[in-house]
Nanobody
Framework: QVQLVESGGGLVQTGGSLRLSCAAS????????MGWFRQAPGKEREFVAV????????YYADSVRGRFTISRGNAQNTVSLQMNSLKPEDTAVYYC???????????????WGQGTQVTVSS
């Protein structure tokens, strides 16, 4: 079973940047697809970005493409989400997830982090 621990959330102004990190435990991490999702109050959990096990396949939601960058870290034990040009509509709890499928949907993921709050002020 994969354990995921997130960090990096916080409060920023419109146009600012944040970098979220997710640390994974378990040797099977290297064979997992890693994704980021977000959920605002009263809204459904929304796909943000995904990176395949090799780090080559990457796909972004239209709402964040060009502003956010997903990447796998040293030794592939971490995954990060660099968020630039942040907007108030980016405000949400952000979740790291791991799974075995290359699909940009929550149902494809087996393990989830605890979530970290990102708030973008006007």
């Amino acid at each position: 079973q994969v354990q995921l621990v997130e960090s990096g959330g916080g409060l920023v102004q419109t146009g600012g940047s944040l970098r979220l990190s997710c640390a994974a435990s378990g040797r099977t991490f290297r064979s997992y697809t890693m994704g980021w999702f977000r959920q605002a109050p009263g809204k459904e959990r929304e796909f943000v970005a995904v990176v395949g096990w090799s780090g080559v396949y990457i796909y972004y939601a239209d709402s964040v493409r060009g502003r956010f960058t997903i990447s796998r870290g040293n030794a592939q034990n971490t995954v990060s989400l660099q968020m630039n040009s942040l907007k108030p509509e980016d405000t949400a709890v952000y979740y790291c997830a791991a799974g075995t499928k290359l699909e940009p949907a929550p149902i494809a993921y087996d393990y989830w982090g605890q979530g970290t709050q990102v708030t973008v002020s006007s």
